[in-house]
């Protein structure tokens, strides 16, 4: 796999492209190979032990974070659901509509996931396609559903969480 020689953090049109064609490459790549499973140790009640392995994209993101696959995937999915799982997300209203999800935008999507975790921006463009091809692989192969169960019922915790920080931080000043 080639990573990309780009700046940290693509913020033009023509980089977004340019990311999002890698996708595309890889997901076709993924495609037409073995389909293999990752399964995963220690997830929340309800949610799948295995999903399908995108073994090269998995790599280059335990080499970029130094942390293992399953460890990422969680943090990152937290993140990816909000956009891809929720009526106010991009991803989302694409799958309402079309039943389909942009490549582009799905990277769009994973750059502000990655700013989000704090992933150190010398990794980010690489990150962002493995991790877009991971979560799209998903959706191909075992649909939405896998990656947005239980999502709904989550966010409103999140949310209050979020405000009572919010509140705290407030507060001490």
Known sequence: MNLLKMKPSPSSDAELVVLARRVDEQLITLQTGAAGLVRFRGLDPGERAELPAAPEQQAVIERATGEPFETFWQKYKRHARRDLCLPRGLLHTQWEKWRDLQSKD?????????????????????????????????????????????????EPARDKARKKAADDEFNKQ
């Not at 799905?106 to 980010?124: R, Y």
């Not at 690489?126 to 979560?135: K, P, S």
């Open 106 to 154: 799905a990277v769009k999507m994973s750059l502000g996931a990655l700013a989000g975790m704090g992933i150190s921006t010398a990794n980010v463009p690489a990150l962002a396609v493995a991790a877009t091809v991971f979560l799209l692989n998903v959706v191909a192969k075992i649909g939405i559903e896998a990656v947005c169960e239980g999502c709904a019922e989550e």
